[in-house]
């Protein structure tokens, strides 16, 4: 189980959350509190255990190799915030 | 009084009383031609118009997209559509607000969706549809679903009709609400630690969690993609039965669905509950079980034993780690389901400016930051850390392993027990603001419904009771094994027509 | 000090299939952008993947024709990050359980046989395209979804031009199986490299540079002859080579940093709850396993060691199968199998691209083929009339006999050949002379006259003989 602290800073970075200097106190604290809870779960031993993939297990679902008729072009941009040239407008993306 | 008069009253009367029927009720009366849908849906906009200033159930509705719908359905009831294909004909229903319906607008309770409007119908949508109901309204819920008290939506909290300063519970809080306060004659929530089951027990309803898999998940946004179940919440337990026979189902749109048909759930109500073995495990009476909700709990276990039925105790050993577990597994699935709310292909985007250094980071971060409410910030944060570099193992994976310690308790325990009974909820329900500041408080009381969902079993909550001043409404609940919705439904139908909690309606 | 490189390539293929992976949008190249996109493959909230059965058949036919295992057990994963591409900020991928793994590739380079292992070949989505403009991108989500199969080999390649030699091996067998059309201009197919060098003999790894944004198999040629001397370079030098990804700028020739992002490699991967494991019966394994073709480099072999035929015609009916098929039908108890080879490749492929047809589509037999080249060896006819002979088996699907019978042609009259052939040399004696004194291209001329003598109607290859006969006894 992780011993080091919890490092609000990095995990809402990779979450792609912008928290003010404010949440963070009070989030990182909170979070703190909790993961400290579930630390509980280390009492089990589960060496022996599978884990749960589904709770109702079934395999091989699949469906047909067919084309369907999708979203037209109007209703697909109907909801983008910003549309130029038909395509989805981002910021420019430096790679 | 004058036989005019009189005539006008008792129409007027009736008029009145339609939003108050049940599915049942209503479609006996809409078949027979003593009432018409377009009145019913007017009661119904009419109740909603008088009371939920003070509910707040609904975060919007069309009113006038209602009635035409309702319109149309009259026109098949005058032509004798067929009550078996449709047999929610003319029934007006509103849904959480987290079931894509298409035209319509979809918020999740949440700012960042913006003015999203669905281009598409979910599959429960379709069927509600298919089945004749007036499906309006977007009922309000915790942020994506992520809560028990609807305080954290971003629209503001909805109070049980029992009591305006107490929630009415959560996530599906407009769900419960709305049914509870007869704004509309059934709804429909959604369950993933238990928000169908407990805001049913705040507001004084039945709600119904089916067996994982049950009813199709494509059009249901996502929270804990392993967890979540739609369900219906209803005045009394045959209205759950009948929604829940339409929506169960295989469905070709959603590869977790099991391929196993819908069950007779509404024939085999029939009262006879003699020879059940029902188990009471002996875990669930904790010490923070509030007294009036134990005293009405043992007051209801009694009553099973007088309509034949046996209690045995039993042991759900794992029982304290449920709660850990689930906040594991769901905020980790969570993390992954709503990194789609980017503000990139819909939603309210926070667009950075031209000089921005960072600008396509800057506009995932801000968006996100801007447009989730603080208990959507914890729960994402946490299942991307559970998830992280080093991490996985230590709590994803373990998690995932005690969850099959959960479910193997509970198969153990239908070796010997039909059903298992418990409250839904081990508080009455609290004030606005009470336990806002303390989320791990918030999660703790969820002790009774979270281990369902992490079983995949199906559990049913209906009322039992209420406290004394102030009067709330207590929820008894019922859990059943992978696909037994029959028997939890036929013990709560016994149970409920044994007693009379139905009769009593909240003041407003 | 000598150093080698070790080089692993990582092969995107998008899969040949009607539809996407999840979803019902058409699987298409070309069409106008966000035109074939659906709430699925938009990522629109509440959606949900079902696996393309076809998809799944590809994987598994790749598998077969990449000589791997295809295990009894394989799910999906969520690979997590954001990019505007990315419609769900996930990319559904298989991580740990993958649908194929551990086979190889064999293939022909400087004059032996070559194999490079085939690590995995797993079943993933593809994302959508950007675009970058001056200040701003866009992005086109038709590609969003689409089925694409990541190979990934063992760093078993040793040069650019093995590498490009078993692209080339791995493209025809893609097309071959039917797998993938693997055009790269299309960016049906795309192709990272993993290259580090270290002193021969060396068996440890030293650290390795991933090049990304190569466009063509020239490309990677390219990109590996400037990396190579690079990092040898650098290494002879004593600097570390920072293990990282980096973009290959063919313009100018040279790799180039990419912006490294502290949690780039944090995809927090963890089983797709949305989609249900897969686990292959014998009867389906058994289906796919009959789609299997023979392999380009297999039936290259076969073609040589059987019909001992030279490696360019091999390599004709390598890449033109429908026409190799004919080839074996026809050649089929024919002893003279080059002749038949020879009417095959040059007079068969011609009439067909000039007609614009498909063999399938085409009247003429392969028996009848194999009975033109017995009339000629028989000389029963002479190679002229043999020529116009196959043009009215090509439009009409008659056999050559009968036509021949029709027209009354016969074979080169022997006594008339003499006395051209003895004119012939009398009315050429300075090339006969030639002739006689060694000059094997001299006979031309007086073969030219006899030629003209007879009408066109003698057979060169007869007459031939018989002037040299005459000439050199």
């Not at chain 2, 599959?123 to 509600?128: A, E, G, K, S």
């Not at chain 2, 309006?136 to 679903?145: K, P, T, V």
């Not at chain 3, 039917?178 to 960016?187: A, I, L, N, P, T």
């Not at chain 3, 490294?260 to 709850?273: L, M, T």
Request: hydrophobic content about 40%.
């Amino acid at each position: 189980m992780a011993d080091d602290a919890f490092d609000i800073h990095y995990a809402a970075n990779l979450a792609r959350i912008e928290l003010s200097e404010e949440e963070e106190a009070r989030l990182g604290a909170q979070l703190g509190d909790i993961l400290g809870y579930v630390e509980k779960l280390k009492e089990l031993d589960v060496e022996d255990v599978e884990p749960t993939a589904h709770a109702h297990p079934v395999s091989n679902v699949t469906r047909p190799d067919e084309v369907r008729p999708g979203l037209t072009h109007e209703e697909v941009l109907q909801n983008a915030p910003r549309v130029v040239n038909g395509l989805i407008n981002v910021p420019k993306i430096v790679e | 009084m004058p036989p005019l008069l009189l005539g006008l009253f008792l129409t007027f009367d009736i008029l009145t009383m339609l939003n108050q029927l049940t599915i049942s009720e209503l479609t006996t009366k809409l078949r027979a031609g003593e009432a018409s849908s377009r009145e019913a849906t007017q009661a119904c906009l009419d109740r909603i118009a008088a009371v939920d200033d003070k509910v707040n159930a609904f975060i919007s509705y069309d009113g006038e997209d209602a009635l035409a719908q309702a319109d149309a359905a009259d026109a098949a009831l005058k032509e004798g559509a067929d009550g078996a294909s449709k047999p929610l004909l003319g029934v007006p229903i509103a849904v959480k607000d987290v079931l894509a319906v298409k035209g319509q607008p979809l918020s999740c309770g949440s700012k960042i969706l913006g003015d999203f409007i669905s281009p598409y119908d979910a599959t429960v949508i379709r069927q509600l549809k298919e089945a004749g109901a007036v499906v309006f309204g977007r009922l309000n819920m915790d942020e994506f679903a992520m809560g028990s008290s609807t305080e954290n939506s971003a629209f503001g909290v909805t109070k049980t009709p029992w009591d305006l300063d107490r929630v009415a519970g959560g996530s599906s809080g407009g769900s419960g609400a709305a049914v509870a306060a007869d704004e509309v004659i059934a709804t429909l929530g959604t369950d993933t630690g238990g928000s169908i089951r407990q805001p049913a027990s705040f507001c004084g309803c039945v709600g119904i969690k089916p067996t994982y898999g049950r009813i199709s998940r494509y059009g249901l946004v996502a929270f804990a993609s392993s967890l979540d179940q739609i369900g219906p919440m209803t005045k009394d337990v045959r209205d759950a039965a009948t929604l829940l026979e339409i929506l169960c189902g295989h469905d070709k749109l959603d590869s977790t669905s099991i391929p196993e048909p819908s069950p007779s759930l509404s024939a085999n109500l029939n009262g006879d509950i003699k020879g059940m073995r029902i188990g009471l495990p002996k875990e669930y009476f904790i010490e923070g079980l509030d007294p009036q909700v134990k005293a009405s709990v043992e007051a209801a276990v009694k009553q099973l034993v007088e309509l034949g039925a046996e209690i045995v105790e039993i042991s759900l050993p794992h029982t304290d780690y449920a709660i850990a577990t689930y906040y594991i597994v769901a905020n980790a699935e969570a993390s992954a389901n709503l990194a789609r709310f980017d503000g990139v292909r819909y939603g309210a985007r926070v667009q950075p400016a031209h000089d921005d250094p960072n600008p396509v980071f800057n506009l995932y971060a801000r968006t996100r930051g801007q447009g989730f409410g603080a208990e959507v910030k914890r729960r994402v944060i946490m299942g991307t850390y559970v998830l992280s570099s080093g991490y996985y193992d230590a709590y994803y994976l373990r998690a995932q392993k005690v969850r099959t310690l959960i479910r193997q308790d509970f198969l153990k325990a239908f070796e010997q027990v039909d059903a298992i009974v418990s409250p839904t909820s081990p508080v009455l329900p609290f004030k606005v603001g009470e336990k806002a500041d303390d989320p791990l408080q918030m999660y703790l009381a969820d002790i009774f419904t979270i281990s369902c969902n992490l079983a995949g079993i199906c559990g049913v909550s209906l009322p039992c009771g209420f406290s004394g001043n102030p009067k709330l409404p207590i929820g008894l609940q019922l859990l059943g094994k992978p696909l037994g919705e029959e028997t939890i439904l036929r013990i709560a139908h016994a149970y409920e027509q044994a007693t009379d909690w139905r009769s009593q309606k909240p003041q407003i | 000090m000598e150093y080698e490189s070790v080089i692993g390539l990582e092969i995107h293929v998008q899969l040949k299939t009607k539809s996407k992976m999840w979803c019902g949008c058409a699987n298409e190249y070309g069409a106008p952008p966000n035109t074939n996109v659906c709430p699925v493959c938009m990522g629109m909230p509440g959606v949900l993947p079902v696996a393309n059965e076809e998809a799944m058949r590809l994987t598994a036919l790749a598998g077969y024709l990449l000589n791997c295992e295809v295990p009894k057990f394989a799910k999906f994963d969520r690979k997590n990050y954001f990019y505007p591409d990315a419609p769900k900020n996930y990319q559904i991928t298989q991580y740990d359980k993958p649908s194929t793994r551990n086979g190889y590739v064999e293939f022909e380079f400087e004059g032996g046989l070559q194999r490079v292992g085939i690590t995995r070949a797993h079943l993933e989505e593809d994302l959508g395209k950007n675009f970058h403009f001056d200040r701003e991108s866009g992005v086109d989500f038709n590609r969003a979804g689409v089925p694409l199969l990541e190979i990934v080999t063992e760093p078993d390649i040793r040069n650019p031009d093995m590498a490009h030699a078993f692209l080339n091996a791995l493209k025809d067998i893609m097309i071959y199986g039917g797998v993938s059309d693997f055009d790269m201009e299309k960016g049906m197919a795309r192709c990272d490299v993993n290259i580090s060098v270290r002193p021969v003999g060396q068996e440890s790894f030293n650290a390795r540079r991933e090049i990304k944004n190569m466009n063509s198999f020239s490309g990677v040629r390219r990109a590996l002859n400037y990396e190579i001397p690079e990092q040898t370079r650098r290494t002879k030098a004593g600097e570390t080579i920072q293990q990282g990804t980096v973009r290959w700028n063919d313009d100018l020739g040279v790799t180039e940093n990419m912006r490294s992002k502290e949690d780039a490699h944090d995809y927090r991967y963890f089983p797709e709850p949305d989609l249900m494991p897969f686990e292959p019966t014998d009867e389906w394994l058994e289906e796919v396993r009959s789609r299997v073709v023979e392999l380009p480099l297999a039936r290259k072999r076969r073609f040589m060691s059987d019909y001992e035929l030279p490696e360019g015609d091999a390599d004709v009916f390598v890449q033109n199968v429908p026409l190799g098929d004919f080839f074996e039908a026809a050649v089929e108890g024919v002893k003279n199998r080059k002749a038949v080879a020879n009417w095959v490749i040059n007079n068969l492929r011609a009439k067909l691209v000039e007609a614009g047809l498909e063999i399938g589509d085409c009247q003429i037999q392969p028996a009848a083929v194999a009975e033109l080249v017995g009339l000629v060896d028989d000389k029963r006819i002479t190679s002229k009339n043999a020529q116009e002979a196959f043009g009215i088996m090509f439009e009409t699907g008659r056999m050559p006999a009968a036509i021949a019978d029709e027209k009354g042609w016969k074979p080169a009259d022997a006594g008339e050949m003499e006395t051209f052939c003895d004119a012939a040399i009398e009315a050429n004696p300075g090339p006969a002379d030639d002739f006689r004194n060694g000059k094997d291209a001299a006979l031309n001329r007086i073969l030219g006259h006899v030629m003209k003598l007879s009408q066109g109607s003698a057979d060169p290859g007869q007459v031939r003989a018989l002037l040299a006969k005459k000439l050199r006894g």
